[in-house]
Nanobody
Framework: QVQLVESGGGLVQPGGSARLSCKAS????????MAWYRQAPGLEREPVAT???????EYPDFVKGRFTISRDNAKNTVSLQMNSLKPEDTAVYYC?????????WGQGTQVTVSS
């Protein structure tokens, strides 16, 4: 059974940093496109970073230059380094794995940016 387990959330001050990790129990992890999404209360879930199986990355403008996604195929993990955090970054952050028609989600980890 596929499992994605996120960790690293918590309370962060504005301007601070946080690093999220997602451990995937997936065979052939390296062929999956991995992504981080977030969902704030009352809003739709939105992508914040994507990394292809060959390491190409994509970011929406609102996190570009602040967030960095990376993957370690040897450890079946994907990470999200978040810098210069803003209160509007407050959300539940989800890890997603996708390959062809297969999509898997983690349970999410809360990130709260507040003083």
């Amino acid at each position: 059974q596929v499992q994605l387990v996120e960790s690293g959330g918590g309370l962060v001050q504005p301007g601070g940093s946080a690093r999220l990790s997602c451990k995937a129990s997936i065979s052939q992890f390296s062929i999956y496109e991995m992504a981080w999404y977030r969902q704030a209360p009352g809003l739709e879930r939105e992508p914040v970073a994507t990394i292809s199986h060959w390491g190409s990355t994509e970011y929406p403008d609102f996190v570009k230059g602040r967030f960095t996604i990376s993957r370690d195929n040897a450890k079946n993990t994907v990470s999200l380094q978040m810098n210069s955090l803003k209160p509007e970054d407050t959300a539940v952050y989800y890890c997603k794995a996708q390959h062809s028609f297969m999509t898997h989600w983690g349970q999410g980890t809360q990130v709260t940016v507040s003083s």
